[in-house]
């Protein structure tokens, strides 16, 4: 009977502990969400004659791995460069609630930046006090493959990352040609 309770225990507390990415829950995108965020994408880039971007499955796996950092650390940060040689990145967080298109909601985010873009070079004065790189990285004429992915903190906040090769957003440089 000893035995039994004593394997009984050993069986909940390993059941129970050691990994921290138990606590994270990652998630595939659903296709219509992936449908969505480059469809948010690519008429973004059609408004300002630049061409589609495709979906990318390997920067789809390194934006999940980024959107897992994250959500362990419970806390929304950019990689270093150096972690994504040639990629560009958004970020997008939410939390309070559920959303069945977490990709399709960034990128919306992402796009409704242009409200507040002037357009010019990047780091130019005309964009100095507004946040729209995530929408000129969205547009930037080179970058031709985009992947997202989404992971779940324990807390519940929602990370959601997209990588896009190649990169945009040089200094002094056009997103695209006026």
């Known amino acids: 009977m ?31 969400d992936i449908s969505l965020a480059l469809k948010v994408h690519n008429d973004a880039r059609a408004a300002v004659g630049v061409q589609s971007l495709v979906w ?14 994250m959500a362990k650390k419970d806390d929304m940060s950019h990689s270093s ?28 985010d992402w796009y409704n930046e242009i409200d507040d873009y002037t ?16 929408y000129t990285q969205m547009i930037w004429s080179s970058t031709t493959e985009v992947g997202i ?9 929602e990370f959601v990352v997209a ?3 190649p990169r945009g957003n040089y200094i002094g440089a056009y997103p695209y040609e006026n």
């Not at 992915?149 to 906040?157: D, Q």
């Open 56 to 69: 990318s499955k390997t920067l789809e796996a390194d934006a999940l791995e980024w959107a897992k950092t």
């Open 2 to 32: 000893k035995r039994l309770i004593l394997l009984l225990f050993v069986t909940i507390i390993t059941s129970c502990g050691g990994d921290d990415d138990d606590s994270i829950v990652s998630s595939s995108l659903a296709e219509e």
């Open 119 to 134: 357009y010019s070079v990047i780091g130019s004065p005309e964009n100095a006090n507004v946040v729209v790189l995530h």
């Open 81 to 108: 460069k150096e972690s994504r040689t040639g990629q560009g990145e958004n970020l997008y967080m939410y939390w309070g609630f559920s959303s069945d298109t977490p990709a399709g909601d960034g990128s919306t």
């Open 149 to 157: 992915g989404k992971a779940t903190s324990a807390s519940g906040r």
């Open 163 to 165: 990588r896009y090769s």
